[in-house]
C-alpha cells in the first residue's frame, strides 16, 4: 500500500517514456537519412566543382611551363594532376557507375590527362609540332569537361530539386505526428492526474489549511493527523517537524539583536564569491585563441590582465582600496576586452594623476564599466566607446564613466537617482539580472557601499538619454584622500 501512487506514477512514466523514446528514434532515423543524402548530393557538387577547377588549373601550369620552362611550375602541375586523379576516383566511387555519361566523363579526364603527359614529354624532346598540338587537344578537353561538368551539375540539381520535395513532404507527416503524439499524450496525462488526485485530495487539503494558518503567523496549530498509509503519510510528517521547527526559529531570531547587522556583514562578504565564470570562460577562450595565433608576448600580457583581475576580486572586503588600485584593474579590464573585441570599441582614459590617491570600498569602477559596456556598446559593430574621466572640482574628485550606447530609459535613471537620495527603497528594486562576462555586482551595489563608506548620499550624478549615451559620475569628497577615517568602517 506504501507504494500505491508510486508504481502508478512509474508505470506511466514508463510507458510515456517507452512511447517517446520509440517516436524519438524514428524520427532521428529518418533524419539520419535525410541529412546522409543531403551530403552526399553536395558532396557531389563540391566534387564536380573540384574537378572542373582543377583541370583549369593543370592546364594554366602546363601552360606557364611551356612558356617559362620553370621546373616549379611542372612541379605544381604534377601535384594537381595527382589531385585530379584522386577527384576522379571519388567521383566514380560516390556516383552510379552504369551511368554512360559518367563513364565518358570518366574517359574524358584520362584523355585530357595522357594529352598534358604527351604535351609534357614532347616539350621535354622540343619537338615543337607534337607538343603544340597535344597542348592544343589539352585546351580542347578542357572546354569539353567545363561544358560536360555543367551539363552534370544541371542534372545533379534536377535529382535535388526532387529530392528537397521529398524532404518537405517527409518534415509535413512528421508535424502531423507530433502533434498526434502531443494530443495523446495530453490526454493520457490529464486521466491519469484526475485518478490519481482522487485519492490524494483529502491529505492535501488538510496541509494547505494547515499551511494558511502559517502563512498568518500562527504555529501554535495542532499537528496533522492522517491515517492514509501511503506517500503523503510522510509527507504530513515531515510537514508536522516543519512546523515545529519554524516555532523554535521565530524563538531563536527574536533573541538576535543585531540581525541586521549581521546580514549586511554576509551580503557584502558574499560579494567575492559572484564572478561570474562565463566573463572567465569567455577570457580564457580568448587567451587560448591569442596562443593559438601569436607566438606568446600578447598572451602572457593578457593572463597576466586575466590574474590581477582574479586577484583583485577575491582580495578581503574588510579593508578598503584606493582610486589608484581601481583603475589599474579597470585597464587591465580594458585591455581584455580589447582583446575580445578589437576595434569595435574603444577605451579612452583621461586621468588626473594626484587625484588617484584617495581611499574608496573595493570594486567600485569595474561593476560601472561593466554595466556601460555590456547596456551600453557591446553589440556594436563599431565606434562603440566607453571613457574614463577622472578630474578635481570644487573640492570634490569626479569620476565619470562615459559610453556612446543607447542611453538609459528616463524611469530607469530616475530610479537610480531616488535610490541614491535615499527616496527609495532597496525593496522597490526589481533584481538586477547579471549578464556573462561580469562581476554580478550591480549598480545599487556600487552606490550603497559608497553611501556606507563615506556616510553621505549625494555621491552619484546620471547623465543620460535615449540613443545619446550615458555619463555615470561618482563625486567623491577629498576628506578621504590618504586615510580616512571612514576606512575602518569600509566592511560595512
Known amino acids: 500500500m506504501l507504494f500505491r501512487i508510486r508504481s502508478k506514477l512509474l508505470l506511466y512514466f514508463i510507458v510515456l517514456v517507452v512511447l517517446l523514446t520509440s517516436v524519438g528514434l524514428i524520427f532521428y532515423n529518418s533524419s539520419e537519412k535525410l541529412v546522409i543524402e543531403y551530403d552526399e548530393s553536395f558532396e557531389r557538387f563540391l566534387l564536380l566543382n573540384d574537378i572542373s577547377q582543377r583541370s583549369n588549373l593543370i592546364t594554366e601550369k602546363l601552360h606557364a611551363y611551356i612558356l617559362d620552362k620553370e621546373e616549379s611550375y611542372l612541379e605544381d602541375y604534377r ?25 565518358n566523363y570518366k574517359n574524358m579526364i584520362d584523355s585530357f590527362l595522357d594529352e598534358c603527359d604527351a604535351t609534357v614529354s614532347a616539350f621535354q624532346k622540343d619537338d615543337i609540332n607534337h607538343y603544340s598540338n597535344h597542348f592544343n587537344e589539352v585546351l580542347k578537353i578542357a572546354a569539353f569537361l567545363q561544358d560536360r561538368t555543367l551539363a552534370l551539375l544541371n542534372n545533379k540539381l534536377t535529382d535535388y530539386q526532387k529530392f528537397y520535395d521529398q524532404m518537405e513532404m517527409q518534415n509535413h507527416n512528421y508535424k502531423l ?87 549586511k556583514e554576509l551580503e557584502l562578504r558574499s560579494l567575492q564569491n559572484q564572478i561570474n565564470p562565463h566573463f572567465l570562460f569567455n577570457t580564457l577562450n580568448t587567451v587560448s585563441k ?3 595565433l601569436e607566438e606568446a608576448e600578447q598572451t602572457t600580457r593578457l593572463i597576466e590582465a586575466v590574474a590581477a583581475i582574479l586577484r583583485y576580486n577575491l582580495s578581503d572586503f574588510d579593508k578598503a582600496s584606493t582610486l589608484r588600485d581601481e583603475v589599474r584593474i579597470v585597464q587591465e579590464y580594458f585591455y581584455i576586452q580589447q582583446t575580445r573585441f578589437g576595434e569595435r570599441i574603444k577605451f579612452i582614459t583621461d586621468i ?75 525593496e522597490v528594486f526589481e533584481p538586477e539580472k547579471t549578464k556573462g562576462h561580469s562581476t554580478g555586482i550591480g549598480v545599487k551595489n ?10 553621505r548620499n549625494d555621491m552619484v550624478e546620471i547623465e543620460s538619454d535615449p540613443m545619446q549615451g550615458t555619463n555615470f559620475r561618482l563625486t567623491i569628497p577629498e576628506a578621504a584622500k590618504g586615510g580616512s577615517a571612514h576606512v575602518e568602517n569600509s566592511n560595512c
Not at 86 to 96: A, G, S, T
Not at 185 to 200: D, E, K, M, V
Not at 381 to 391: D, K, P, S, T
Request: charged residues 25%.
Open 79 to 103: 601535384k594537381e594532376k595527382v589531385k585530379l586523379i584522386k577527384d576522379q576516383k571519388n567521383l566514380y566511387q560516390k556516383m552510379d557507375t552504369n551511368d554512360i555519361t559518367l563513364i
Open 177 to 263: 505526428m507530433s502533434v498526434s503524439l502531443f494530443a495523446a499524450a495530453f490526454f493520457l496525462s490529464t486521466l491519469l492526474a484526475l485518478w490519481i488526485s482522487g485519492g490524494i485530495t483529502k491529505p492535501i487539503s488538510l496541509l494547505s489549511q494547515a499551511a494558511k494558518q502559517i502563512s498568518k503567523g500562527n504555529l501554535s496549530g495542532e499537528d496533522i493527523k492522517i491515517t492514509t498509509k501511503d506517500e503523503l503519510k510522510p509527507l504530513t510528517e515531515t510537514f508536522n517537524q516543519m512546523r515545529a521547527n519554524l516555532r523554535q526559529l521565530v524563538t531563536e531570531i527574536k533573541e538576535k539583536s543585531e540581525l541586521d547587522k549581521l546580514l
Open 290 to 292: 591569442m596562443a593559438y
Open 352 to 426: 588626473e594623476d594626484d587625484c588617484l590617491d584617495i581611499d574608496m570600498p573595493s570594486l567600485i569602477l569595474q561593476p560601472l564599466i561593466e554595466n556601460a559596456f555590456i547596456h551600453g556598446v557591446e553589440s556594436y559593430e563599431e565606434n562603440g566607446v566607453i571613457r574614463l574621466h577622472i578630474y578635481r572640482h570644487e573640492h570634490r574628485i569626479h569620476v565619470e564613466v562615459i559610453d556612446n550606447g543607447g542611453g538609459m530609459d528616463e524611469p530607469v535613471k530616475n530610479r537610480l537617482l531616488n535610490y541614491a537620495a535615499g527616496t527609495e527603497t532597496e
Open 446 to 455: 556600487v552606490i550603497r557601499r559608497l553611501q556606507l563608506f563615506y556616510l
